[in-house]
């Protein structure tokens, strides 16, 4: 059965899927909040969510505030189990949503599922996929947040946070690591931070998930940056930091998938950012702030203001397949990707050394090259940089060898490389203001960092 027919099928045969509603647990170390979902009477999924806070955190917080923030994170945890069956009606019963709220959600399902669709195969109606119904009258309104400053940062262990981290540490600053690596309490480490000072925070599967995914259920990519960006409202509120600041650049607005709205970086987009400060704003909360720092720059001006800070180069890893063993697996795009990126700003001795080996050659990375120059109907699904950003930095590392030295992977691609491509404008912003949330005074932090790059 080809996945179109299994998504059609799998919708008849499961026509709801529910959101039961969430139970919360304070422990002496914090808070365990657990949802529960369901497909008809079938399935039933309860994953679970622990915030590691003090009591005492919770003292002053308005707890419809917390209940509206948990609800909605409920919202965002529930697209990897609908998935499952893409149930056509999804049934809300722990608070209601208005009419413009559920076209919200709908928009979210479908461009943040945008590559779950595409690799299955599957082509959804945008209109009807799914009919939100929530008709609770138990809903909460809009609270304030009350006193709190500073700003909470997430940090993934990659370059993007680091360089965000090391440009805001003087301010007054949380770090929030969900599923703590090594990779981001070495990140810790390399900024001068306590590694015990970060805010906390454990998410855990429903076991049956991954077993109705062995057993052929539809499975694919769901937007994890959405789901961090409802979780971060209550680690902002609890921690007394209520902006949020993300590490997204320029470079995630670009589609994945050529001439298309699919996007594997969706839900880091300025697109999702601007959406989801409204909503907030408008059904949350309106001061909690949400902004993506590195907004303004490309993948090469963070890659250059990176490569500037060695304290991080040995810690911090940016490859999902070797994620569990905080390694570099040395063969996926993630991997590629980071090493062109920096072998335009280091020496190669110095990211030979990051990565325990020279990419460049492997002949098996040459398909992979090939993807991110634009080649390829679609880039790789990951979190890489634009084509051309790619095209342009594989230019200047040419540029560095005679062309009859050219390791394997550079020679298969050079004839797809323009000649005059040549960084540029590496000192000033590259987004205008009407493309980022920033402020006037941390527009000056990058713009300082910016000019002192060499």
Sequence with gaps: MNNQNKYDQLRRDYPVFTYKGFSKKMHNYGLTVTYQFAVGEQFTFSPKTTFYSKP????????????????????????????????????????SLNKTQCAWWKKLFFLGLGEFFYRNAITPDPDTFITIVAPSPNTTTKKNCGNGNGYLIPVGGGKDSAVTLELLKNKNIKPFIINPRQAQTDTLAAAGLDKKT??????????????????GFLNGHT?????????????????KRHTIVLSNESSANESTVR???????????????????????????????????LRPLTELQISAL???????????????????TNSWCGKCPKCLFTFILLSVFLPSREVETIFGANLFHDPQMIPVAEEL??????????????THEVQTALAVIISKYNEHTLPPVLAAIIKNIPANLALDRMNTLSTPPEKHFLNEDELKIL????????
């Design 306 to 324: 990176f490569s500037q800070m060695k304290a991080y180069h040995r810690g911090f890893r940016s490859c999902n397949a070797g994620s569990k």
């Design 447 to 454: 713009t300082h960092h910016l000019h002192e790059l060499h």
């Design 373 to 386: 120059i634009g080649l390829w109907p679609a880039k790789p699904f990951e979190c890489v940089g634009t």
């Design 223 to 239: 937007p994890f940056s959405a789901l961090l960006a409802f979780y971060a409202l209550a680690a902002a509120i609890l921690s």
């Design 56 to 95: 005492a955190d919770y003292n002053n917080i308005n707890p419809e505030l917390l209940d509206n923030i948990l609800f909605h994170a409920g919202m965002v945890e529930m697209i990897s189990y609908w998935k499952l069956t893409c149930s056509p009606t999804i049934h809300v019963e722990p608070f």
């Design 198 to 215: 970060f805010f906390r925070m454990e998410r855990q599967l429903d076991p049956r998930l991954l077993q109705l995914n062995n057993e």
């Design 259 to 293: 001439n298309s709205t699919v996007n594997h970086q969706y839900s880091k987009s300025i697109e999702f950012e601007s959406d989801f400060r409204h909503y907030v704003n408008t059904y949350i909360a309106d001061d909690l702030r949400y902004f993506s720092f």
